[in-house]
């Protein structure tokens, strides 16, 4: 495993045990009866996987631009209780290899549904389905990308060799961004690539984030944050540009408001900002994080939000008092570089850079978590849009793959569908509650 934690022997180790790997796959059954999720035979190796990631917590260097920020950050932060159980193991794939391209940008996995999981894979973006077992290459950047729809502002020589940075889909809708401003857009229902262009020739200018969100009246859009400063927002029928925000350091990453009206915006400085989403003027400062940040994300009652940052936590922020978070939430070992709500609201799942994802209950004061526990470079997590699915993407020398985890209440209502017992009640006209959602 290239974790860049263990020493040069237990890694040399690792590789070698790649020629008698387990299978492909890891299915819940066979993790129920002892099998490691990721295929790691620990015994061969003669390692205790305990004591493995003793060592990986002890020797895991968070990347920090503000020295220190993450050992201060610690001591102001909630401590969730650990132990809740809100989505189970369901498969383990590596027919599939994540990876990225820049340690910090970690948007690289997204699930349409819950049988439609794209992700990057060095040049490609590929498609995998958990119903078919299949994966197909949707588009590869490592020859020339050209558009063969005409729009105004679109490249028709295209790109070539696009070294990808970020990555977002919804529904039919597939937008890249690369390491020198490039931005390509694809139909997913549609052959060939709908639009090129370069959102900025400045010599900084690696497209950081991409978030797609229908519009209130009607259509869907795109942002984009780069780290020229600027957040950029095209509709997509024609993709014209429709409004150019600057800000005065590099955006790291943006999400739009469910009523839409405001766009949370996070970056290279410790602060944030709440800023309106017609002009892209400062509505609040969002003040507490101690370092960069890389992620945030709306609930879906409009109220909430979150942004995960270098500091090693996640600040849960209420916009009717913005004076103090609502929780501060720590990571085990590094940023929090990914943050997502579930459709329904009921649970947030944050992942640091490597090793660890966390699902936090949204009631109770984001008291209560989930820990999943692997080990590789994190790619992107998603939550399928029905929240009955999770989707990990793992980058490693030996051991990439993809994660599938079930939300509980799906994988008990499957169960009692299949024993026909779906209106099962206990005692007098009470209806059981389900063990995977908060009560």
């Known amino acids: 495993m290239d974790l860049n934690m263990a020493g040069a022997k237990e890694e040399t180790e690792m590789d070698d045990f790649d020629s008698v790997a387990d299978a492909h796959h890891t299915t819940t059954e066979q993790a129920?009866?002892?099998?490691?999720?990721?295929?790691?035979?620990?015994?061969?190796?003669?390692?205790?996987?305990?004591?493995?990631?003793?060592?990986?917590?002890?020797?895991?260097?968070?990347?920090?631009?503000?020295?220190s920020s993450g050992e201060?950050?610690?001591?102001?932060?909630?401590?969730?209780?650990?132990?809740?159980?809100?989505?189970?193991?369901?498969?383990?794939?590596?027919?599939?290899?994540?990876?990225?391209?820049?340690?910090?940008?970690?948007?690289?996995?997204?699930?349409?549904?819950?049988?439609?999981?794209?992700?990057?894979?060095?040049?490609?973006?590929?498609?995998?389905?958990?119903?078919?077992?299949?994966?197909?290459?949707?588009?590869?950047?490592?020859?020339?990308v050209a558009p063969t729809e005409k729009h105004p502002g679109s490249l028709l020589e295209g790109f070539t060799q696009t070294q990808i940075s970020a990555l977002a889909v919804k529904d039919k809708l597939l937008v890249a961004g690369g390491f020198q401003g490039e931005l390509i857009c694809k139909?997913?229902?549609?052959?060939?690539?709908?639009?090129?262009?370069?959102?900025?020739?400045?010599?900084?200018?690696?497209?950081?984030?991409?978030?797609?969100?229908?519009?209130?009246?009607?259509?869907?859009?795109?942002?984009?944050?780069?780290?020229?400063?600027?957040?950029r927002m095209f509709d997509t029928e024609r993709f014209h540009?429709?409004?150019?925000?600057?800000?005065?350091?590099?955006?790291?990453?943006?999400?739009?408001?469910?009523?839409?009206?405001?766009?949370?915006?996070?970056?290279?400085?410790?602060?944030?900002?709440?800023v309106d989403s017609q002009n892209g003027k400062t509505v609040s400062s969002l003040v507490g994080h101690l370092d960069y940040s890389f992620a945030s994300a709306w609930h879906p009652d409009g109220h909430i939000f979150a942004t995960g940052n270098q500091d090693k936590t996640c600040r849960v922020w209420d916009i009717r008092n913005l004076s103090s978070p609502v929780a501060v939430l720590k990571g085990n070992m590094g940023a929090i570089t990914t943050i997502r709500f579930s459709s329904d609201g009921q649970f947030m799942a944050v992942a640091e850079p490597a090793d660890f994802v966390h699902i936090y209950s949204t009631k109770g004061d984001y008291s209560k978590r989930q820990?999943?526990?692997?080990?590789?470079?994190?790619?992107?997590?998603?939550?399928?849009?029905?929240?009955?699915?999770?989707?990990?993407?793992?980058w490693d020398r030996t051991y990439a793959s993809l994660l599938q985890y079930k939300s509980y209440f799906t994988f008990i209502s499957e169960v009692l569908e299949r024993s026909n017992l779906c209106n099962w009640t206990v005692g007098s006209g009470v209806t059981q509650s389900w063990p995977g959602r908060p009560s």
């Open 371 to 394: 820990e999943i526990d692997f080990f590789g470079e994190i790619s992107g997590i998603s939550l399928s849009p029905d929240d009955g699915s999770l989707f990990i993407g793992v």
């Open 187 to 231: 139909q997913l229902d549609q052959p060939g690539v709908s639009f090129c262009t370069r959102a900025t020739d400045d010599s900084n200018s690696i497209t950081n984030a991409i978030e797609i969100y229908e519009h209130i009246s009607g259509g869907s859009r795109f942002l984009t944050s780069n780290n020229d400063c600027g957040v």
């Open 32 to 67: 129920r009866d002892g099998k490691d999720i990721q295929g790691i035979s620990w015994e061969r190796l003669n390692l205790v996987r305990e004591e493995y990631r003793k060592t990986r917590m002890q020797r895991y260097k968070n990347y920090e631009n503000i020295p």
């Open 241 to 274: 540009l429709l409004n150019h925000f600057h800000y005065p350091w590099p955006v790291n990453h943006i999400s739009m408001s469910p009523d839409r009206k405001l766009i949370a915006v996070v970056g290279d400085h410790p602060d944030g900002l709440l």
């Open 72 to 144: 201060v950050s610690t001591q102001m932060c909630k401590e969730a209780e650990k132990g809740a159980n809100y989505y189970k193991f369901q498969y383990n794939t590596r027919l599939v290899k994540p990876t990225i391209q820049h340690f910090q940008l970690r948007n690289l996995v997204w699930a349409t549904s819950k049988n439609d999981v794209y992700l990057m894979s060095n040049y490609a973006v590929v498609h995998w389905s958990p119903l078919s077992g299949n994966s197909t290459e949707v588009i590869n950047f490592s020859g020339n």
